[in-house]
């Protein structure tokens, strides 16, 4: 058996400790962790329950911290990987994360995408496909949510209608407004056959 040889609270974060076991550092735990089991200077207990009580330390705080987070805003799944990585977490402990916020529907890249399409309306399928590629989702899962996407001649219209107010209806023009709503992620075959019921 060991014994706990110093408690010592972080200076730039109080509710994090240091805690070292005899009279060398062991780990770093949360404060809430350190009071309710009760540890203090003296206390004597192995190294392997310590190991234990850090591990469930780390598993609850990256819970908590991943909760923060995807309670402001939906968050994908690679996204929230990489949170928690730069956060410094192991990937044992990411991979549990994840794990109970799928069981918990905190993370869902189909519904993530059904979301970002409808507040994404005035883009086209090839620059949500690329946005959404971006965001760590994966090809099967944005194809099945584009292919629910109808036709975007409104949109392509609309977008169109506010280009072109008070511009010119020159060749020039029309060539630009094509690569604009190119770059707006919609097809040439989309945007000509718009272009080709305007001119008419």
């Not at 189909?110 to 590629?133: F, P």
């Not at 099967?140 to 109808?150: A, E, P, R, W, Y």
């Not at 975007?152 to 060539?175: H, P, R, V």
Request: glycine residues 4%; charged residues 30%; hydrophobic residues 30%.
């Amino acid at each position: 058996m060991d014994i706990i040889t110093d408690l010592k609270i972080q200076k730039r974060n109080k509710n994090r400790v240091n805690v070292s076991l005899d009279n060398k550092f062991f780990c770093v735990m949360n404060l809430e962790t350190v009071v309710k089991n009760n540890l203090k200077k003296g206390t004597i207990i192995s190294e392997q329950k310590l190991k234990t009580l850090q591990d469930e330390n780390e598993q609850a705080e990256a819970f908590n911290t991943a909760l923060k987070l995807v309670s402001k805003r939906f968050k994908t799944n690679h996204e929230l990987i990489t949170y928690l990585k730069n956060k410094g977490y192991l990937d044992v402990v990411i991979n549990n994360v994840i794990g109970r916020l799928k069981e918990y529907n905190y993370i869902d890249d189909g519904r993530y995408c059904e979301s970002y399409i409808t507040h994404h309306q005035n883009k086209g399928k090839n620059l949500l496909k690329q946005e959404l590629w971006n965001k760590g989702i994966s090809e099967q899962t944005i194809d099945d949510m584009l292919k629910n996407i109808g036709d975007q001649t409104e949109q392509i219209k609309a977008l169109m209608d506010k280009w072109l107010k008070n511009k010119e209806s020159t060749k020039e023009n029309y060539q630009k407004l094509t690569r604009y709503l190119i770059n707006k992620g919609f097809s040439y075959e989309e945007i000509l056959k718009v272009l080709k019921k305007e001119v008419e």
